[in-house]
């Protein structure tokens, strides 16, 4: 009867099954819907807390609306209120303990989460909050370890019991992890083994270390020391197995976890270890072999595990086995997933099963909203089954959480899946107008993720909806999915998803576009290539338009080297000065957002050969021209370069000519790489282009290319509107709006014309237009005058309008200014400087743009009796928005008038009232004359006229006067004050023959002016004056001294003669025949004479001194001519005879001897005398 009641249960859940395919639908993407909890996010059921932070159990939920958390603590209910160090996470159920203020341990226990809302509760797993430890190593005295050389040796560590447990490993006192191999290793509990020991064991440093992961603490048990004894010698000995002992043993291990067994033995020589399933092979991918083949590792345990398993020891002297029974054993698990949650409609049927398998066999409960399923309100619709509850005909308000509970020895599962029923019409998840894209050829994957309670059912339409999409090439998948297998260009269009439930239809609008594959049409090619030279790799492509490729270089399949040399272009790799290591296979890989092409071409670099001189010219031009990529806007000119004649083409450049607008005027576009061939042109609409190339390389453009056929665009409405926008008035009552016109190239069509519109700022909302065709201004009439206007010209052709245009600003016609500044003063800063101040004139009563004021200025008359008036006027201008302004460089003691006016650019405003101002006293200008009459011995006379510019009353005079001397130097000034009235002065006791400067100012009570200067002379003396006359005028004078003059020009050709002979005169004989230092006379056979100076240092010979009978003594150096002279005056013939003069200077004389000498004159002595006298 059970079993009957199984097969009805087990029918029914098939015949349900497909009833539950919307659960696979997001619920958190749907806006409003109503859905119980569900936990999101929770702490492991084994939660070990390391005791120094803060504990933190996680528990999140989602839920609409959203979900309210509590707990239990022990399986009691924990207050997290009541305790102040909990805090629970707002919009969370995650729990915060603080333990500043209490021992983590205190906290310690099995902890559950529940979250509820109105629909339902859902429950967390039991979470064991243990706290981690790192227990101290228990104190104990370790001694030292002797053994005999050869024997076996275990060394224990036995370390703490720790949560979790510690990681062992041996050091020594350096922190040096000790050496471990097949004879030394250290086993799964920690403990060190020697199969056995030799004499370079023995240390005083092992050292077994704890490390505890969760606290990352190291703790480190004492230093054991071991001691080797080499007294006899010990046998050889067959394998004895140190752990497992026996001959056999067994091993649980749980599904899924690790299995590790070890085996290790004792034995001389050492012993190696093998392993093997006696039931079966090892698992060779799950299988590995630790310390020195002493562990078996098996991962990731299944039931196909258990089993038999052998170690062997063997060595020289035999063999010893050991059988390890390995049982498994299972926590649950899920055999097929854990339950799924179930969305249903009123009236529906469903299944939740929580099927899962375990060894033993887990026991399955159930419950509802946290309370088991047999404690729960009773529901007709609803049935338990073991591992499935069946539900029929659900109705509105049984929406629940259930959870499954599957439990065995060694563990258990615990699920929440929630049972909603709604009543909803059907909604597309799939985005809208979203556009699938492609390749030709490929699979077509089209979406429509739908919601709805029942289920919809999903149709397909493609666009006119003459037929739903069901039969080749179209598949339907159940969750609504369009298929197309193999995808063509007819097959690109607006597709429909329409999802129908028994509440309502929604439908979907997507596109799909099937792309042209992209395709390498032309491939690199192999190249061989001498070193130093360049080398082009092609890699063109053909792609679908709408698609833009990248091109990628490798080298060898690795990246390209990070080298200048190497250019990458669009569809070329140029690689320049090759080396060997350029050398290798390239590939181009083109990439589209849908799919790629690759092609790879070799190098091969060759050394050079000598070549003969190079010649280098000026490129071939291009050939073969195409257009290609034709766009509305654009298009592709691809073309073939000529001949570079030796010389690297460095760019090409790009010209068009329009037949439309310029016929045979050509432009240039663009200019592009020497290595390229290939340019993407943008176009201007209504053009007939024809494109031409032109190369460049260093010796200068190649002729232009033949060009390319012609290409004709489309017109279109204009991309641009004028620019220049400006609004002035040329009258007071108008508005002129004027532009920069569009080119015919820029129209982008025929009919321009322009849409000009304005309004007044501020006033008017609705814009006044007009079109205007062939102008680039208009006149706005009738306006007011000098108001602003906002001002806007657009572009129109036939094909439409341009983009909106910027507004501009304008004003119109200005007109002269009808007010005059008020509050019109004057201050007056000192005698020559007054500041003019006015208020500002109101905006709108200038009346145009306020350009700034001008002041009207002039000089009534002086305050001086004899000062005539002077009516000139000045003007000064103060650009700007000024409200006052200074007038420099007035006259003082005078009455000035003046007046200010506003101006604009149309002109002057009326006058301001005329306002005076006085300037007062200043200093007196310079008397007018200064005359010296009567001059005598030791007076004169001066005589002066009064200043002309008086600039006050004169208080009087002031004159100074000094000597100067022969040398033009200064003497003592002398100052003399007169009354005002006084216009001459007689200055008595002055010397006589003396110069005298005189300089004399007028004084009003502000200061002394300017003074004029004047120079005069008092007689000379009569007898002085004769005497100089008679002694210039005399005959004999001038006849002494027209012998002289002959005389020295006997002497110069006598020296001349005697010179061009050659002769040689000993300079000894010459100094010899001259006793008197002070002349010496010329010597008729040397043409010498002594120098006569007048200089008043009278210097001797360089080298000799003058002793005291008056006669001249040589050096002890005959034959020194230095010692003739200071410098290098004196010179040697080409004979070798001196010649010249003696640069030495005759001693001075004596003081009493005086001017005179005994001996004849020297003419020169004699000129000398007679110029200082004269």
Known sequence: ????????????????????????????????????????????KDFIIDP???????????????????????????????????????????????????????????????????????????????????????????KPIVVQEGVSLMLPCRPPAGLPPPIIFWMDNNFQRLPQGKRVSQSLNGDLYFSNVRKEDSRNDYICYARFPHTQTIQQ????????LNQAPVDERRPIFLIPSGSSSSKMVLRGHILEMECIAE???????????????????????????????????????????????????????????????AAPYWISGAPRNLVLAPGENGVLTCRASGTPKPSISWAMNGIPIENSPKDLSRKVEDDTIIFTDVQ????????????????????????????????????????????????????????????????????????????????????????????????????????????????????????????????PEYKVVQRGRSVVFECKVKHDPSLIPTMTWLKDDGELPDDERLIVDSDSLTITDVTENDAGVYTCIMNTTLDNDSASA??????????????????????????TDQKKRSVQLTWTPGDEHNSPTQKFLIQYEDSLHHRGQWHNLTEVPGTKTTVHLKLSPHAHYTFRVLALNAEGFSRPSFPSRMYKTDPAAPDENPTGVRGFGTEHNNLVISWTPLTGFQSNGPGLHYKVMWRQKAVDLDWTSVTVANNSQFVVSGTPTFVPYELKVQAVNDHGAGPEPAIAHGYSGEDLPIAAPENVQAVVLNSTLAEIHWDHVPVNLIRGHLKGYKVYYWRKHSLHKHNPDHMEK??????GNHSHGMLPGLHPFSIYSFNVRVYNGKGEGPVSPTQQFKTPEGVPGPPTSLVVTNPNLDSLTLEWSPPREHNGHITGYTLRYQPVNNSNELGPVEELALTANETSVTLPHLKYSTYYKFYLNAKTVTGAGPAISQEAVTIVDEAVASRQVDIATQGWFIGLMCAIALLILILLIICFIQRNKGGKYPVKEKEDAHTDPE????????????????????????????????????????????????????????????????????????????????????????????????
């Open 52 to 142: 120094r932070e803060n504990i933190i159990i996680h528990c999140d939920a989602k839920g609409k609306p959203h979900p309210s958390f509590s707990w239990t603590r022990n399986g009691t209910h924990f207050d997290t209120e009541k305790d102040p160090n909990v805090n629970m996470r707002s919009h969370s159920g995650t729990l915060v303990v603080d333990i500043s203020r209490e021992k983590a341990e205190h906290y310690e226990g099995v902890y559950q989460c529940t979250a509820r809302n109105k629909h339902g509760t859902a429950v967390s797993n039991n979470v064991v909050v243990r706290q981690s430890r790192s227990p101290l190593w228990s104190k104990e005295r370790v």
């Open 602 to 627: 070799e190098l091969t670099v060759v050394e050079g050969t000598p070549t003969p001189a190079v010649v280098y010219e000026r490129p071939d031009p291009p050939t073969d021209l195409e257009l």
């Open 396 to 523: 509105t308000g049984s929406s629940a959480v259930y959870q499954c509970n599957v439990s065995n020895d060694y563990g258990y599962l615990l699920s929440n899946a929630f049972v909603n029923v709604l009543s909803e019409p059907p909604r597309v998840l799939t985005e809208a107008n979203k556009v699938y894209q492609v390749i030709t050829n490929s699979k077509a994957l089209i979406d429509c993720s739908s919601f709805g309670s029942p289920i919809p059912k999903i149709t397909w339409f493609k666009d006119s909806r003459s037929s739903t999409l069901d039969g080749d090439p179209y598949f339907v998948h159940d969750n609504g999915t369009l298929e197309i297998n193999v995808a063509q260009a007819q097959n690109s269009g607006k597709y429909t998803c329409a999802a129908r439930n028994s509440l309502g239809i929604y439908e979907n609008h997507v596109y799909l576009e099937v792309k042209e594959p992209t395709r390498i049409v032309k491939q």
């Open 874 to 879: 000045d003007i000064l201008t103060f650009s």
């Open 1079 to 1174: 002349f010496q006379p010329m010597k008729d056979d040397d043409c010498t004479f002594g120098e006569y100076s007048d200089n008043e240092d009278h210097k001797p010979l360089k080298g000799s001194r003058t002793p005291s009978n008056g006669t001249v003594k040589r050096d002890d150096s005959d034959d020194s001519l230095v010692d003739y002279g200071d410098g290098g005056d004196g010179q040697f013939n080409e004979d070798g005879s001196f010649i010249g003069q003696y640069s030495g200077k005759s001693a001075s004389r004596d003081t009493a001897e005086g001017h005179e000498s005994s001996e004849a004159p020297s003419p020169i002595n004699a000129m000398n005398s007679l110029n200082s006298f004269v």
């Open 267 to 329: 034995g001389l020589p050492t012993p190696e270890i093998l392993w093997s399933k006696v039931s079966g092979d090892l698992p060779a991918m799950r299988t590995s072999f630790l310390h020195y083949n002493k562990t078996l590792r098996i991962v990731n345990v299944s039931e196909s595990d258990a089993g038999d398993y052998r170690c062997k020891a063997r060595n020289q002297l035999g063999t010893v086995h050991h059988t390890i029974h390995v049982a498994v054993k």
């Open 221 to 228: 048990k004492q230093p054991i020391t071991v001691r080797v």
């Open 1 to 44: 009867m059970m079993a009957r009641r199984r097969m009805d249960a087990a029918l029914l859940v098939l015949f349900l099954g497909h009833l539950v395919t919307a659960l696979e639908v997001p619920l958190d993407l749907l806006e409003g819907l109503p859905q119980p909890p569900t936990i999101t996010h929770q702490s492991p």
